[in-house]
């Protein structure tokens, strides 16, 4: 994104869901005396920022405060809620620790994280589509080779996982960095049990045609943390914490982007509402469940059912960085 000139606003604004007048609502009169006060306000704190020597940083800054005055100004915040909002944002800091990142869950449920996921990784070809992070990844999982199991000894029903790394041009990516991470199946990752456990989460790599495989478990629906102030938030608002069935990848390989996706699990009840808006079509897979006595594809013996799913991923090449400091200008394409 480069600054040009005359630029079509973008986005367009919103308009409002409610106007003076409809049912339900209640008409505030905002005199042009106030209007004017309010506005000062809002472009004394923008001008505070014009000694920033950082330009990305002082367009940071001022479209923040733009924003956050123009919500409280919409809404006409009452003192009581910016308090209650104060309040929400000390026990979100109060209750994160190194395992559990509330601010990360605030963002997700509220669609930031894949807002900022659709912004900085634009469609390419049919790369594969990228979805949430999540809070649940750590650094330094065991690796595994190609065929290996990753649960661990996580509870579930065994499923093997199976596919090809290409880049956008269809060539097999050999040596491309798999991570693999998922919850068991009563709904926690390994973290949450607090004793240390490595379980359900490894790396592999890719081999010399592209292909992959190792044994996991069939994901199963889980509720986000809901104990702190964002399962609060949620609550009051009528939604669930609940998150659709999923394996999350993250995959490197040198000249090709990173990406950081899951997998769905095709007929899953919370697919349509994913707690953190992290589903894509493309992402749903079929995780065909396989009956007892099926043989596998390595022989391995399971005791009871399993399931098998192929998840093929193609890697968009990496984007240059654009290491200038400057005021980025975004143009909606014609058309």
């Given at each position: 994104m480069t600054e040009q000139a005359s630029p079509t606003a973008y986005p367009q604004p919103l308009p409002p869901e409610k106007t003076a007048g409809d049912d339900g609502t209640r008409t505030v009169t905002v005199s042009a005396e106030q209007a004017a006060r309010e506005q000062a306000l809002v472009e004394e704190v923008v001008a505070s920022f014009d000694g920033a020597e950082s330009a990305r940083l002082k367009q940071i800054m001022q479209a923040?405060?733009?924003?956050?005055?123009a919500f409280a100004r919409e809404v006409r915040l009452t003192e009581e809620e910016w308090g209650a909002a104060i309040e929400f944002l000390t026990a979100a800091g109060h209750i994160t620790t190194d395992t559990r990142q509330e601010f990360v869950l605030l963002s997700d449920t509220l669609g930031l994280s894949m807002q900022t996921i659709a912004i900085n990784n634009e469609a390419h070809g049919d790369a594969t589509e990228a979805t949430v992070f999540g809070p649940f990844f750590v650094e330094g999982a065991p690796e595994i080779a190609n065929g290996e199991d990753m649960a661990f000894g996580a509870a579930g029903q065994p499923c093997w996982v199976q596919g090809r790394v290409?880049?956008?041009?269809?060539?097999p990516v050999p040596g491309a960095r798999i991570e693999v991470w998922e919850a068991d199946e009563d709904g926690f990752y390994d973290v949450q049990y607090g004793d240390g456990r490595t379980a359900a989460r490894a790396h592999l790599f890719s081999e010399d045609d592209g292909t992959y495989r190792f044994w996991g478990i069939t994901p199963t629906p889980y509720p986000i943390p809901y104990d702190g102030p964002v399962g609060k938030m949620l609550q009051a608002v009528g939604r669930s914490p609940m998150r659709t069935s999923h394996l999350h990848f993250m995959v490197t390989a040198e000249g090709q982007r990173t990406l950081v996706t899951h997998i769905f699990v095709d007929g899953c009840d919370y697919l349509g509402r994913d707690s953190v808006f992290g589903v894509k079509e493309s992402l749903i897979k079929d995780f065909a469940v396989?009956?007892?006595?099926t043989p596998t594809p390595d022989g391995r013996v399971v005791e009871g059912d399993w399931a098998t799913v192929r998840f093929d991923i193609v890697l968009a090449p990496a984007q240059e960085v654009d290491g200038e400091d400057v005021h980025w200008v975004a143009v909606q394409q014609e058309g």
């Open positions: 923040l405060t733009r924003h956050v005055h290409t880049d956008a041009d269809g060539n396989q009956p007892a006595g």
